[in-house]
């Protein structure tokens, strides 16, 4: 195994990959209804990467020190047969998963069977109306919360994201936590970001963590968790008795590029460096053309080793620049 460092010093451990880039919600900060209405064009079904195309990228990221690989979309649970992909991925690696959790129910018990290993479900809101102000008037809270259920029975770990936005789910911050910790679950809150260019992002939307944090000290005591992992993006707090962590992804206002170990791979096999990029690099064609594994090696060491992305750190000069839709190239 050869470990692959980036201009930045920065090591490749996680592959996130996007199997679809279709979603049954239209939530603001990613999908607003507006921009993606019954008109836009998704990816043709062809543009998809064949699962046995994913694993087989999956299996040449993970000789360069791979630990973990992410799926998403997108809504990744829309891809049809996805259990199926899980049994063809690296054996050795964390296989999770990202979900708006509204297919969980049906799927979680399959998905645990074919080998994922934890599950992260979005929800932004326990309120009906919060949660339909912030899904685009798609879905519900209650269905995803017996997502988050049939997920536990399946004896997946489950740990909820939430993305803040100004006055319209900032309200929702106390009894998320009142929940998460009646629960025992693990809740991440999200500063609102600027991905790709269709969400309107503004930096007054945007509630600070250390703003989540006073609120959340005013009601609870919280102490500081270590870190599990290098490249750990949140920041972790922990109840007294250790019933609930909360943690704070800080990507606006403290970011935490120097230490981004992430590569994500679009639904049609683009391979990304940045959240933030504006293209990828087509992986997909070479896939297709006959390109031998020892060139894709070198394709992927190449293009690690040039990394040299930190947009967060440099938002100031570069938020003009064209960006690619977090539901393409997978959040």
């Not at 019954?38 to 040449?60: D, I, K, N, S, V």
């Not at 994500?264 to 297709?288: H, P, Q, V």
Request: glycine share 10%; with cysteine.
């Amino acid at each position: 195994m050869q470990e692959l460092r980036d201009q930045l010093a920065r090591p490749l451990r996680d592959l996130r990959i996007s199997v679809i880039d279709r979603c049954n919600l239209r939530c603001t900060y990613c999908m607003p209804s507006d921009m993606f209405g019954p008109e836009h064009a998704f990816l043709p079904r062809q543009e998809w990467l064949t699962f046995e195309e994913m694993a087989r990228l999956a299996g040449l990221f993970a000789e360069f020190g791979l630990r973990k690989i992410r799926l998403t979309g997108g809504e990744p649970l829309l891809r049809p047969r996805l259990p199926e992909l899980l049994g063809l991925l690296p054996p050795d690696l964390e296989i999770a998963l990202t979900t708006n959790g509204l297919g969980l129910s049906e799927l979680a018990a399959p998905l645990r069977a074919g080998g994922l290993d934890r599950v992260t479900v979005s929800l932004d809101a326990l309120s009906p109306d919060v949660y339909a102000a912030m899904s685009g008037g798609r879905g519900s809270a209650e269905r995803v919360l017996r997502g988050i259920a049939a997920a536990r029975d399946a004896g997946l770990p489950v740990k909820i994201n939430t993305v803040i936005r100004q006055g319209v789910n900032d309200r929702e911050i106390l009894p998320l936590v009142e929940w998460a910790y009646g629960e025992r679950l693990t809740l991440r809150f999200i500063e609102y970001m600027d991905v790709g260019m269709t969400n309107g992002w503004s930096m007054n939307e945007v509630v600070p963590s250390s703003e989540i944090l006073r609120m959340l000290n005013s009601e609870w005591d919280l102490a500081p968790v270590d870190p599990a992992s290098h490249g750990e993006v949140a920041r972790r707090y922990a109840h007294a008795d250790g019933r609930c962590e909360i943690g704070l992804i800080s990507s606006i206002t403290q970011p935490f590029c120097h230490s981004c170990t992430r590569a994500r791979l679009s639904a049609d096999g683009k391979l990304f460096l940045c959240l933030f990029a504006s293209d990828g690099l087509d992986l997909r064609t070479l896939l297709r053309g006959g390109t031998d594994d020892e060139a894709l090696r070198e394709t992927i060491r190449g293009t690690w080793q040039r990394r040299g992305d930190r947009y967060s750190e440099l938002r100031q000069q570069s938020a003009t620049r064209a960006r690619a839709e977090m539901s393409y190239l997978g959040g």
